[in-house]
């Protein structure tokens, strides 16, 4: 059975206005999104604005989100760092503090060696908890092939992958090479990817519209596309938003929609201009409309 199946959604990190860590709010979004029938949350993603954080924001952020989880969901933890080490440290924190598990990135600074990659995974899996291997080749340097996931799936630890390359072929090819269980990356995909054989999806727009995202998934896993479609197709507009690089922006005006706000982003990323803004607008009124 697939240790981490059904929807995870990858947790936005509410700020205040000035750009404070909003760890109330936090808390209270990880309840909603538990209380509306998700299976997992997954703080410190990209969608979480890791980058931004500083070390002691991003402990905080994790503690609070596994602190509100409370056992009820499994939280699986973002790892991703510049070296190594820091990745192995985030890890360690992610263990001792409750997490089911941990989400983890190639290195993301240069392109690596294969040999890199695998020793990257290595000294990540000694850490002794499950790790989803995330490949992510539009936003990063590495490609996480089915080829080279068929040898990291012989670590210990290694447990699954977040396939984010947009090829839902790549579903096919990963289950064909090996046993790790797919989770889909994009949500765009969600639907396909199902279909394909994916267990899991590590959700973004789902923060705002989590309901409909779990009905989404459990109905193309059961085959059943007639209900499926009509509400993949309702969706989808809001769906491409999580593959466009001002997804943090899209989705946290999403939420504010769907009367969940969590402020704003930090910079580097800006506000929005009003002709995007009117643009989700309309595809969210549509999603809603039903």
């Known amino acids: 059975m697939a240790q981490f199946a ?3 959604v990858a947790v936005v990190t509410p700020f205040t206005d000035q750009y404070e860590v909003d760890v109330q709010r936090l808390h209270e979004l990880s309840e909603w999104l538990i209380e509306k029938g998700v299976h997992g949350l997954i703080p410190c993603g990209s969608l979480g604005e890791y980058a931004t954080l500083s070390a002691a924001e991003r402990a905080t952020v994790v503690e609070t989100v596994i602190k509100a989880a409370a056992g009820r969901v499994p939280v699986v933890v ?3 760092a510049p070296s190594t080490k820091q990745v192995v440290e985030w890890a360690r924190h992610a263990k001792e503090a409750g997490a089911a598990g941990v989400m983890a990135l190639p290195p993301v600074s ?3 060696l294969e040999s890199e990659i695998v020793a990257h995974y290595e000294a990540l899996s000694k850490v002794g908890i499950p790790i989803i291997a995330y490949n992510n080749p539009r936003d990063y340097p590495t490609d ?3 080829e080279l996931l068929a040898k990291l799936s012989k670590l210990d630890n290694m447990v699954g992958v977040k396939e984010f390359s947009g090829d839902v072929r790549r579903v096919h090819q990963i289950l064909a090479a090996c046993e790790l269980e797919v989770l889909v990356g994009v949500d765009d995909l969600a639907l396909e990817g199902a279909i394909a054989g994916a267990t899991g999806w590590i959700a973004g ?3 705002a519209l989590p309901e409909e995202g779990v009905q989404l998934f459990e109905l193309a896993r059961a085959g059943k596309l007639e209900e499926a ?6 969706l989808l507009p809001l769906f491409h938003y999580d593959a466009q690089p001002q997804l943090v922006q899209a989705i946290k005006y999403m939420m504010e929609l769907a009367g969940q706000p969590v ?3 930090r910079p580097p990323r800006l506000p929005l201009g009003e002709a995007d803004l009117a643009a989700i607008r309309q595809a969210y009124r549509h999603a809603a409309a039903h």
């Open 6 to 8: 059904g929807v995870y």
């Open 78 to 80: 973002g790892t991703g």
């Open 110 to 112: 240069y392109k690596p």
């Open 144 to 146: 996480l092939t089915p």
């Open 205 to 207: 727009v789902p923060n």
């Open 229 to 234: 479609l009509p509400l993949y197709r309702r």
């Open 263 to 265: 402020g704003p982003t």
